[in-house]
């Protein structure tokens, strides 16, 4: 199963962009992959997702704001985050979505954090 390595998290004002990078170990040409954040005292959630045979789908609160992307020669998934809002402010992860072989393997994650 594939290990994920998250960066490019930060502190952004309001209305601010970020770009979020997952790394994996191996292919993910054929697996199902999403982005989750889970902030302070809240269940972990599926924000975004990209499937192997490039459907993207997302939360309702983060539709027309971010834009998942995966680039799987260099085996990494992309998360640009555009308009962020404070209720944004999480810990980001990569991972294979529920159901995929390698669900459940989480990395360290990146935090993002949106304050004025």
């Known amino acids: 199963q594939v290990q994920v390595v998250e960066s490019g998290g930060g502190l952004v004002q309001p209305g601010g962009s970020l770009r979020l990078s997952c790394a994996a170990s191996?292919?993910?040409?054929?697996?199902?992959m999403g982005w989750f954040r889970q902030a302070p005292g809240k269940e972990r959630e599926l924000v975004a997702v990209?499937?192997?045979?490039?459907?993207?789908n997302y939360k309702d609160s983060v539709k027309g704001r971010f834009t998942i992307s995966r680039d799987n020669a260099k085996n990494t998934v992309y998360l640009q985050m555009n308009s962020l809002k404070p209720e944004d402010t999480a810990v980001y992860y990569c991972n294979p979505v529920p159901g995929e072989s390698g669900y459940g393997a989480w990395g360290q994650g990146t935090q993002v954090t949106v304050s004025s």
């Open positions: 990209t499937t192997s045979g490039g459907y993207t």
């Open positions: 191996g292919s993910i040409s054929l697996i199902n």
